[in-house]
């Protein structure tokens, strides 16, 4: 069993910068795949981006591409989505999760890929 908590988010407005944090804890002795997913009222969950288990590759969806990036220092067991030039069209709620660490690279963008998720934490960009 491993538990992932969010942390970071809050109200900023258009322009602004956020780092979330994303923390794993129990039974968690092998590396994960991480990803970062959103969800807007109203809409279905959608990926952002994610990272492998040893940090060499990163993936991000189209909209957020050249404004976020994702990280990790594993000796922390911590992941972070760094997010830069925030939209109104980035106000969602934002959760982590964890898969296995030899995920293929083309289902890390599946929310179904991932075991373990995050409670979610608030970020609302206002204009």
């Known amino acids: 069993q491993v538990q992932v908590e969010e942390s970071g988010g809050g109200l900023v407005q258009a322009g602004d910068s956020l780092r979330l944090s994303c923390a794993t804890s129990g039974r968690t002795s092998s590396t994960y795949a991480m990803g970062w997913f959103r969800q807007a009222p109203g809409k279905e969950r959608g990926f952002v981006a994610a990272?492998?288990?040893?940090?060499?590759?990163?993936y991000y969806v189209d909209r957020v591409k050249g404004r976020f990036t994702i990280s990790r220092d594993n000796a922390k067991n911590t992941v972070y989505l760094q997010m830069n030039s925030l939209k109104p069209e980035d106000t969602a709620v934002y959760y982590c999760?964890?898969?296995?660490?030899?995920?293929?690279?083309?289902?890390?963008?599946?929310?179904?890929?991932?075991?373990?998720w995050g409670q979610g934490t608030q970020v609302t960009v206002s204009s």
């Open positions: 990272i492998t288990g040893n940090g060499g590759s990163t």
């Open positions: 999760a964890a898969a296995s660490a030899f995920t293929p690279s083309f289902l890390l963008p599946r929310a179904t890929t991932y075991d373990y």
